[in-house]
């Protein structure tokens, strides 16, 4: 049964909903390197990743 509006894409085995989001390293606005979790120090956080500029 499909969703009306639901996006059915595949999802690696590790990002499930519930599961602790493995910690990254990406360079901010100005070229310095952020690792995830010294960003979010623990608190709840939601991630939204876009494809570019709107």
């Not at 059915?8 to 085995?13: G, Q, R």
């Not at 390197?33 to 991630?47: C, D, E, Y």
């Amino acid at each position: 049964m499909k969703k009306e509006g639901v996006m059915n894409y595949p999802i690696h085995p590790d990002l499930q909903v519930g599961n602790e989001f493995p910690d990254f390293e990406l360079p901010d606005q100005t070229e310095t390197p952020q690792r995830l979790s010294k960003l979010i120090r623990g608190f709840p956080t939601v991630l939204i990743f876009s494809r570019g500029y709107y």
